[in-house]
């Protein structure tokens, strides 16, 4: 869970829900809950119940009001869009209706509907596993739940329970949302043992003859529309009855995290590197460091970093082991940014190496790039699933944001190598090491636009750090305009018809990144826009097609989809503008 400290979860805790995720669940999927939150839940087989959505890295679960079971409604890997709704639901009235929060989830369903008994059609119908002591007592045979009931007792509990909804610590009475009460189901439904291919009465001769051709009929769908089948779009509506609900933020970063994590972890060099934090299986997780060795972990490679005197040989290899570490612990990704020494640290090397330290010449040394790569690397590694850590945002907005600026402009470099007198082999060498730091820097650039995004939606007067404020910060950088150039160019580079071989996952990752980045310009900075319009309207047109580019995105790419969209807005903004 969202820890403050050493086990203490984050902001608002609903006492009761939190100790029965704690108990049902493994400690390694507890600690990678994000939040819950209290919702009206609307989708094909919920009808306006109050019930509460735990989010995950991976998944969208709900549970009841006196939680009982927990079951998976969405997974990120299957989202297509997640959206606010601009409306005003007609079963709320008053302040409820005028202050709540409409969002609207469509995602693929793994089966077709009308198969399985889970609430909402979604990819399992118990969504976290057992936890290890009581997993053993688990039947090959019956489908259990979180608490070991038979799925068929649970069924009947859930009906009951849904029929006279009770008040958990922290809700508020559904009654006073105006809700309407949950039907029973019907009396006379079929049992769910019952097979409705063996009737109890006999067949008239017509009616064989129909069966038979339905049968037939049944079995070319199969064949031909198992595609369809599967998928087929489903929506989930959550209404969250707060103005200050975060439940938006959180899901599209969650979305975004579980998109480049899954298109990254399809590449076998950063699968066999994550192999670690990507590996669930009891083993594993059983062995999983704890919160308190990770923290005395952490504290050690600290004090080595910050030791005076500290070599840059030195420097690099510690900032090499912080890095893998952040990859592989999201608990070491959250100290960092307790320790505002380290962090502060990782900037001053930043400016000091890329910018402080240039030769007379200004020419760029190996040495420089290698850092600086490292530098932007390890940061952006620390950026990942951390949303719900308050101590981050706290660092980089202290002093009227102080750190995120000096983060900015540090970030930003001239992409051109300036002649050097070592030879073409050699300039070739620094120029790859200088387009892959434009890389990282571009990495870490979309990780705080997205923070950027979370702060714009925020209420707090506190927290300003917005995308305008970011373009804003970096506007009077001398080179931001051919940064934001190469950032465009790279983009139409490996669009382009003249590359034909399709994108690895570590380039469709960047290049979502790179849209991302472009599209803030776009519709944040007046300037910067019109710079693009100016210098790129005509490679985007000519060079940059919808239909070609999902030809360079493999489908398989959780990434691709909403890439080729990105690009759809992007050239709209360019083109037509």
């Known amino acids: 869970m969202a820890q403050t400290g050493s086990g203490t979860p984050l902001s608002r805790r609903n006492i009761k829900l939190d100790s029965f995720l704690k108990r049902n669940t493994e400690r390694a999927v507890y600690e990678r809950i994000r939040t819950y939150e209290p919702c009206v839940v609307v989708s094909d087989t919920v009808s306006k119940v109050y019930m509460h959505v735990v989010l995950t890295d991976e998944q969208v679960y709900l549970t009841e009001h006196t939680p009982r079971t927990l079951t998976a409604a969405v997974s990120f890997r299957r989202v297509r869009d997640i959206e606010l709704v601009n409306d005003l639901p007609e079963f709320l009235s008053g302040k409820d209706r005028e202050r709540c929060q409409h969002i609207r989830i469509t995602y693929v369903t ?233 962090c502060v640290l990782l900037v001053h090397t930043l400016e000091e190496s890329l910018h402080g330290c240039q030769s007379l010449s200004g020419v760029y040394t190996t040495d420089q790039l290698l850092l600086s790569t490292l530098t932007v690397q390890t940061l952006a590694a620390m950026f990942r699933e951390t949303e719900v850590e308050a101590s981050r945002v706290n660092l980089l907005c202290a002093h009227r944001g102080v750190l995120a600026s000096r983060t900015l402009l540090a970030l930003v470099c001239d992409p051109q190598l300036k002649p050097g007198s070592r030879g073409s082999v050699a300039d070739s060498e620094l120029q790859a090491l200088l387009s892959e730091y434009l890389d990282a820097a571009c990495s870490l650039l979309f990780e705080l636009l997205l923070l950027g995004h979370e702060s714009s939606r925020c209420f707090s007067a506190g927290n300003f750090l917005s995308v305008g404020w970011i373009l804003q910060v970096l506007q009077p950088h001398p080179h931001l305009l051919s940064f934001i150039g190469y950032q465009a160019q790279q983009a139409v580079q490996v669009l382009s018809d003249l590359q034909d071989s399709v994108l690895s996952p570590h380039q469709s990752v960047l290049l979502f990144q790179r849209c991302h980045l472009l599209l803030a310009c776009l519709q944040h900075s007046p300037q910067l826009a019109q710079h693009l319009r100016s210098h790129f309207r005509e490679e985007f047109r000519y060079f940059v097609k919808p239909s070609s580019t999902e030809e360079k995105l493999l489908p398989r790419y959780p990434v691709s989809q909403r890439t080729v969209r990105l690009l759809e807005h992007i050239l709209t903004l360019m083109l037509h503008r």
């Open 110 to 342: 793994e089966k077709p509907a009308g198969k399985g008994r889970d609430w909402l059609s979604g990819d399992k119908e118990v969504g976290l596993p057992l936890p290890a002591e009581a997993s053993h007592r688990t039947s090959s045979s019956v489908t259990h739940t979180l608490e070991g009931y038979p799925a068929q007792r649970e069924q009947r509990r859930l009906e009951t329970h849904m029929l006279k909804p009770t008040r958990s610590v922290s809700c508020p009475n559904p009654e006073t949302l105006g809700l309407p009460r949950v039907p029973h189901p019907s009396s006379t439904a079929p049992s769910p043992h019952s097979s409705p291919s063996s009737p109890t009465f006999p067949l008239s001769a017509s009616d064989q003859v129909q069966r038979r051709l339905s049968s037939v009929l049944s079995r070319l769908l199969r064949r031909d529309g198992v595609k369809s089948e599967e998928q087929r779009e489903a929506e989930l509506h959550l209404y969250a009855v707060s103005q200050t609900s975060r439940l938006y933020l959180h899901l599209q970063s969650s979305w975004n995290s579980c998109m480049i994590r899954s298109t990254l972890l399809l590449d076998p060099v950063y699968r066999s590197r994550c192999s670690v934090s990507s590996d669930s299986s009891p083993a594993k997780q059983h062995a999983a460091v704890s919160w308190e060795r990770t923290a005395h972990l952490f504290s050690q490679l600290s004090s080595e970093l910050l030791q005076d005197g500290i070599s840059v040989e030195s420097l690099y290899v510690l900032l090499q082991e912080l890095r893998a570490a952040a990859q592989h612990s999201i608990t070491l990704r959250r100290l960092f940014w307790r320790s505002t020494e380290v």
